[in-house]
């Protein structure tokens, strides 16, 4: 059976580990000083050589080549029996295994023992983030007093989920992801030495999907090599693992830089329907949107996998573009690629960004649907225009005023639900045709049906809020609580209220949110209570109040009791 590629080229001396120079040279400079520590914990990306730095530490402290410098000389017998795999005292772990405390018990049981043929007993413990928290505290005891003859190396890639005792014992060394050209390069000494045909873009390609990891991409290598027989291109490339054209990446930004929606959605189904993964593909166009960003901002240099026969259509594709438009085309498109993996249609996360990323700007706040034609008005440009006597600043000034400067206003038919008394009159008077605040406690039920259905936490956060006032086109939502005036106050959040507010009122109306004062409850709006009404008339009473100077003491109605109020009639 043939061996895998990645385990063919796993580097046998330190000098060819690739992309890890600071792991290296503390190492080596450790080994050469004989300041060799007890416990090391290796943490970084999938790939990135961590166990294979781990055994090439185990060769190295047990290599019998008398002089530091040398080792692992990958000559002497240790060296051989780990290079084959059958030395006794390397005993590698894989935690996601062995995730018990009865494990590790065991492991401690062992590592008494002295080794049987090398210098040191190493353990590596392969994905130690995955031990249980008895188990990591049952191994803390070993590591606080190791046997002299016993090196751990612990490796993970989540090293935050390792506690701080284990932390505070081992020694840290972070493993980076390796750059893209020194992944070419060390994939084209692969092809050198196996003798495969393979096009330098086309190991560039490997390489850029292999994101940062050796292991990935030389596994990659190995597949498209058995793939074809007449050499790796970058054509073979995509068909193998389904990767959209790079023509097609840039024939969908010329669409977005035209606004032609129709050929963007089209170009996108069409790759899909080809059988091109729609997350490969979207992070295709983030890679190629980032590259025309970082041109626009003045870098000179060349995304990688733009083919030389594109560089200056890249060039002047660039220029088409707003840096700001291509921020939120880069950010859109990114959120797409991690949508896109449990869409129930592929693609759909890859259309919904595109035509999100072809509206200008000035169109978002406004969904009212303006004329193609023209840029669309924000919604304060939909307000009555002020005159310079009536200001809206000094309207918000006059808001401030206490309870003695304002105007009196006449009692409203009903008390609004949560609204303090103490409040000023409205800023801003109501527009024409705009809703009473009446109309919209009425209809606020019916305003969370129509959320309830796209958005379940919205409309939760909308039940802890009730209707204050109507400014002008605005209609001012008051919440107790930050948290919820704050997520609600969220451009998504708030669009999507103003929407439902259109539909169901016919009209663009505007929301702000306020926080409602300590102390004042917002409960929904109840009925007024019944205006008292004059005492049935009693000869009886009448002539006890004449004769005998009684009073008659009556109460209003059971809830006013209650709050103990009274209200007394002579």
């Known amino acids: 059976m043939t061996q895998a590629l990645y385990r063919k080229w796993r580097p046998r001396t330190f000098e060819e580990v690739v992309g890890q120079e600071h792991v290296v040279r503390t190492l080596r400079n450790a080994l050469n000083s004989g300041r060799v520590h007890h416990a090391y914990l290796f943490a970084g990306p999938r790939g990135t050589g961590k166990t294979t ?38 005993i590698e772990i894989d935690a996601a295994s062995n995730t018990g405390v009865d494990d590790v018990r065991e492991l401690r049981e062992r590592v008494g023992f002295r080794p049987n043929v090398a210098r040191y007993k190493v353990y590596v413990i392969d994905e130690v983030h995955m031990l249980s928290n008895a188990a990591f505290n049952a191994l ?129 189904n069409r790759v899909v329907n080809e059988g091109t993964d729609p997350r490969q593909f979207a992070r295709q166009v983030v890679e190629h949107l980032r590259g025309l960003l970082l041109t626009r901002l003045g870098s000179e240099e060349t995304p990688l996998h733009i083919p030389e026969g594109l560089r200056e259509t890249f060039q002047a594709q660039a220029r088409r573009f707003d840096p700001r438009q291509l921020a939120r085309a880069v950010r ?73 400067t304002r105007r009196p206003t006449p009692a409203p038919s009903r008390p609004t639900g949560g609204i303090p008394t103490q409040q000023p009159a409205p800023a801003a008077p109501p527009a024409e045709g705009m809703p009473s605040l009446e109309a919209f406690q009425e209809r606020w039920s019916d305003l969370l049906q129509v959320i309830r259905p796209h958005n379940h936490s919205l409309e939760a956060l909308l039940r802890s809020g009730r209707p204050l006032r109507v400014e002008g086109e605005t209609l001012v939502l008051g919440f107790q609580y930050p948290f919820h005036q704050g997520k609600v106050s969220e ?55 004449r004769e005998l100077g009684a009073r008659v003491v009556s109460r209003v109605d059971n809830r006013r009791d209650a709050e103990g109020t009274e209200v007394s009639q002579v």
């Open 140 to 268: 803390l005891k070993t590591l606080e007093e190791p046997p002299p003859h016993a090196i751990f190396v612990l490796a993970t890639t989540e090293p935050h989920r390792i506690p701080p005792t284990i932390h505070s014992r081992c020694q840290r060394f972070d493993f980076r992801r390796i750059p893209l050209d020194t992944i070419v390069e060390r994939l084209e000494r692969i092809v050198q030495g196996e003798g495969i045909i393979a096009e330098r873009e086309a190991l560039a390609l490997i390489a850029r999907q292999a994101t940062g990891s050796m292991r990935d991409a030389e596994s990659l290598l190995d597949q498209l090599a058995a793939y074809t027989d007449g050499g790796i291109t970058v054509d073979v490339v995509r068909a193998a693992l389904g990767t959209g054209a790079e023509e097609a990446v840039m024939g969908l930004v010329d669409a977005l830089a035209e606004g032609d929606t129709a050929r963007g959605l089209a170009l996108i």
């Open 332 to 404: 859109l498109f990114n959120e797409a690629a991690v949508e896109a993996r449990a869409a129930w249609q592929p693609q759909l996360p890859l259309e919904l960004a595109f035509v999100e990323a072809s509206l200008p700007p000035e169109a978002e706040p406004d969904r009212g649907g303006p004329t193609p034609t023209a840029v669309p008005p924000t919604r304060k440009e939909t307000s009555p225009p002020t005159t310079p006597a009536q200001p809206a600043a000094p309207a918000r000034q006059a808001s401030q005023l206490g309870p003695t």
């Open 53 to 90: 730095t781990a055994r090439l530490l185990a060769k190295a402290v047990n290599c019998l080549a008398s002089d530091p410098a040398e080792r692992p000389c990958n000559e002497c017998a240790i060296c051989q029996a780990i290079n084959e795999g059958r030395l006794m005292d390397l």
């Open 491 to 545: 451009e998504n959040n708030r669009r999507a209220v103003e929407d439902a507010l259109e539909r169901l009122f016919d009209r663009p109306i505007r929301v702000r949110c306020e926080l409602i004062p300590k102390g004042v409850k917002s409960d929904p709006p109840r009925p007024a209570p019944p205006p008292p009404q004059p005492p049935v008339r009693d000869e009886l009473v009448e002539a006890a109040v």
